[in-house]
């Protein structure tokens, strides 16, 4: 209970701290302090400077926070610069395709990882690990936005490049859990006493390793929404990350204020549920 | 495999630092009369869309690449000492910083700086942004250590002797996670290495016509090109291969071989 109340207490601060990064890019960015009237001939310097003067006290960082937040707590995240679009709208709209990819990619990184790591562990022979190992970091050395790009070409799903992506960065964890675990003395006696091989992986490995692989999979949901990001963006994917990516280039700094919002409640919320997972473990 | 890795780590450096004189053309000379020129004597690799010399780009290319991310590292294992030093005040930042994807936290941060920028500006932008994005990660192992550190008889029976606090960091703390620095340093290389070339296919990252891995990747996205001139794969085989090379050198590994 004091680790769930601890946890929450965190991902309050951290959403809070984010939104603050955030209102700050947005108070910060170039141009945030023009107004319409600079382009107009006719209004005195004077007026202008009292205008300025004006804006800046009522857009200082603390008002101009405490105001987003009130908005962003009633699901207003403001219009995008760039697409005149309310974010929360897009963000309804373009989530869905990007949470669709991560699911995937993280389930199949996750799978294949799993069975690579169980192939490097398993058998305890030298040629297996190796194999295990090059197709691990023939991966790792690819970049995943390269991967996808070949994926889309050849019009295999984007889910699996994403799977791909991931497997590698997974491996190597799974690889010392499952070797942890394989050396256990209770696992040692199981395999004395003549127990089948999917009996021993199913009662004493997946069982023994659920807490760090649900946890594991809390991380590579995380991973996943950063190799998205790349993937989505130039493979053409209306996605979320695509939307971040645009955001950024076209300098809309609405949008990817409530970006990093969402974002950062998110990644806080899946790191809370695998450090409870861990815990438990 | 080390012995070889070694050796074409130090192939590649050595290419790299020695650009300007193995390159037979500039970086950014164009030969208008032919671009998209296949591979021949006068171009060994063929010529880009804009008669850019391929190898001479590759090698400048690799010069970038290979010699700043090394420094990006350095840049994020030094704040991420210094963050994990401070103690507790910090540590929120790092939490703070770990829960925003680092690329996502890149953009962000990117999309705040001009984006069109000189060449030497934006190498320098996307080098520092990424040392300054990714301290988080090595920060999160060095909070952890000096934790432990913190909690040791000795450090206490040297506070206790009266040495002073920054004697009791370079002489005692310091030795302690000197290994760590070192491995997170070597872990964090290859990782720039990657970042460098996604932010570059993406249009992130270094400017034209300075050449990186990144932006010269990014002809892959007109893969009927290959066929014609599949030396257009040439970047990529070669991060490949230092990539490689440096996973071989890699701390985890040394549990394994």
């Keep these: ?281 | 495999m080390k012995r070889a890795a070694v050796i074409l780590l130090i192939l590649v450096t050595l290419a790299a630092l020695f650009a300007p004189y193995l390159a037979p053309y500039d970086y950014g000379r164009q030969f208008r009369e032919s671009p998209n020129a296949p591979a021949s004597r006068r171009f060994p690799m063929g010529t880009d869309d804009l008669g850019r010399d391929r190898f001479s780009r590759l090698l400048y290319a690799t010069r970038v690449s290979i010699l700043l991310a090394p420094a990006a590292a350095l840049v994020s294992i030094l704040i991420a000492l210094f963050v994990s030093a401070a103690g507790p005040a910090l540590s929120g930042l790092t939490t703070l910083c770990l829960s925003l994807p680092w690329i996502f936290l890149f953009i962000i941060l990117r999309a705040v700086l001009p984006l069109n920028t000189r060449p030497l500006a934006s190498i320098l932008i996307t080098f520092g942004l990424m040392g300054i994005a990714g301290w988080a990660w090595p920060a999160r192992i060095f909070t952890a250590s000096i934790r432990r550190i913190r909690q040791a008889g000795w450090l206490l029976q040297a506070r206790a002797a009266g040495i002073s606090p920054l004697r009791i960091w370079l002489v005692q703390v310091w030795p302690h996670l000197r290994a760590i620095a070192i491995a997170q340093f070597r872990v964090l290389i290859p990782s720039y290495i990657l970042s460098e070339a996604s932010l570059g296919l993406l249009g992130l990252g270094v400017a034209e016509p300075l050449p990186s891995w990144g932006n010269l990747l990014a002809e892959l996205q007109h893969p009927d090109r290959i066929r014609d001139n599949p030396w257009i794969l040439a970047p990529l085989a070669l991060l490949m291969l230092v990539m490689i090379a440096l996973e071989a050198l890699h701390p985890s590994r040394e549990v394994v071989t």
């Excluded at chain 1, 309310?86 to 389930?107: F, H, N, Q, S, Y």
């Excluded at chain 1, 069975?115 to 295990?132: D, G, I």
């Excluded at chain 1, 997946?206 to 929404?225: D, E, K, N, R, W």
């Design chain 1, 1 to 281: 209970m004091r680790k769930v109340v601890s946890n929450l207490v965190t991902l309050i601060v951290v959403v809070l701290a984010g939104g603050f990064l955030a209102a700050a890019l947005v108070r910060y960015s170039p141009g945030f302090d023009s107004i319409p009237e600079d382009l107009n001939p006719d209004i005195s310097p004077a007026t202008l400077r009292a205008l300025h003067e004006q804006r800046g006290r009522e857009n200082s960082l603390p008002v101009f926070y405490v105001r987003y937040l009130a908005r962003a707590s009633r699901g207003d995240l403001g219009v995008s610069q760039n697409l005149k679009v309310p974010v929360t709208e897009l963000l309804r709209e373009r989530a869905p395709v990007t949470a669709k990819l991560i699911l995937w990619g993280t389930a199949g990184g996750w799978v294949l990882g799993g069975l690579l790591a169980w192939m490097a562990v398993w058998p305890r022979h030298t040629a297996f690990e190796a194999a295990a190992f090059s197709v691990s970091g023939l991966l790792l050395a690819i970049p995943p936005a390269v991967l996808a790009l070949g994926f889309f070409f050849y019009q295999v799903p984007l889910g699996l490049a994403l799977s791909l992506a991931l497997l590698p960065r997974l491996f190597g964890t799974m690889r010392a859990l499952l070797d942890d675990c394989y050396a256990s003395p209770a696992l040692l006696a199981a395999r004395s006493r003549g127990i089948g091989p999917i009996a021993i992986a199913l009662r004493y490995v997946v069982l023994a390793t659920a807490p760090q692989l649900i946890a594991l999979f809390g991380v590579a949901l995380v991973l996943a929404f950063g190799s998205a990001i790349p993937i989505e963006a130039l493979c053409g994917v209306p996605g979320a990350g695509a939307l971040a990516l645009e955001a950024a280039t076209s300098r809309d700094m609405p949008l990817l204020c409530g970006m990093a919002l969402i974002v950062t409640f998110f990644v806080t919320l899946v790191h809370a549920v695998g450090d409870l997972a861990g815990e438990r473990a």
